[in-house]
């Protein structure tokens, strides 16, 4: 059996959104924009896509929804525009942070930093989450942006982002958050609270790889970090990846009509998986469920490194990780687990599991039976594990 735990790194892409793209690849392969018949019949299902993807986040016809080639390109837009137009300039001088952003932030963040502006990097409770009040007092009459992610990719964790959002309100600070995996597992609405810049990603969502976007409120225009064309109104030019925008139209569709499905069954069943974990002795999960996203669980077991856990997952089929794909080659601690100050032995002993609509109950059966038999296989092989005196307690909290 082949189970696939990983879809918090990418998503299997959803038939209907593959075969609503099959037709842009050879039939269907103007440039959109070129002046003849071959690219016009592209434009219906541009404008369709992007219809969808308006509707998926009930962003406003005023605002702008520009089509990157993915979260991380538009992560780095927001902030090397921002750096460009309010730090370079003198305007202000500072930006916040939480430091359990994906990589494409942190890393952007720590490259503007190196050319000179502040980073308050805002540290998460022992909860895993970022309290808003950390912002509040964080911010300076020199802040030019606050970026806080939504969902957190390892955790789950769902952070305050309305309460954040207000906060900046009242500073006249921009707020950008990083949705990309939000969408399609809690309701995103762009209008339901304050928000200046908001990151996605198709593949994160049963869409194709290599898409993304970045939703702008009206009137906070950011300088192009492309510069070329006149593609997406200057804001991003490129010859647009057409069958790559349907998909992502079509997928921000389904992921919209399977939203209850999400947030009851696909929870259920993550909830009941995870019961089974917590079952094993010496388990701990770190975010309560009702704060994390439905298809979430990052789990340490203790005394097992993360990576022979995937090892032993691997053998069996198993598809899962130990952090974002992105880190997953050097052989470091969670950053999450560091940043709540797990204990080092713990640090490294995470592992994600992260279901989607498409997982089944046989899958997931399956699952426990092999992690059972890995912990058994590697706890009797685990120095650490055997030494560690009799109930001790980690400091972290088990939610059953
Ligand atoms: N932002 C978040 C919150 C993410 O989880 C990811 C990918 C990205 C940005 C980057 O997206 P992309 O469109 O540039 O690919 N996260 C992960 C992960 O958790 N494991 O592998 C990739």
Redesign the pocket.
Known sequence: MRVYL?N???TLVDPHVFAEMEPYFVQKYGNPNSLHSFASETHPGLKDAMEKIYAGIHAPKEDSVVIT???????NWVFKSIYFEYILTGRKNHIIVSEV?????IATAKFIESMGCKVTYLPINHEGLVDPQTVRDSITSKTALVSV??????TGAIFPVEEIGAICAEHNVLFHT????AIGKIPVDVQSFNVDYL?F????FHGP??V?GLYMKKGRELSPLLHGGSQMGGYRSGTLNVAGIVGMGKAMEQAIDALDFEMTDVREMRDAFEDELLKIPDTFVVTPREKRTPNTILISFRGIEGESMLWDLNRAGIGA?T??????EDLESNPVMEAIGAEADLAHTAV?F?LSRYTTQEELDYTIEVVRKAVERLRGISSSYAYAPEGHKSGLDTHH
């Open positions: 990983d918090n790194a990418t080639s993915c979260a991380t390109e538009s992560n952003e994906h990589p494409s932030v992610m939504w969902a957190n990719n390892e990083d949705a990309v995996q990151t990603s198709a593949h994160k790889k290599g993304g990780s952090g974002s794909a992105c880190a997953s994600r992260s």
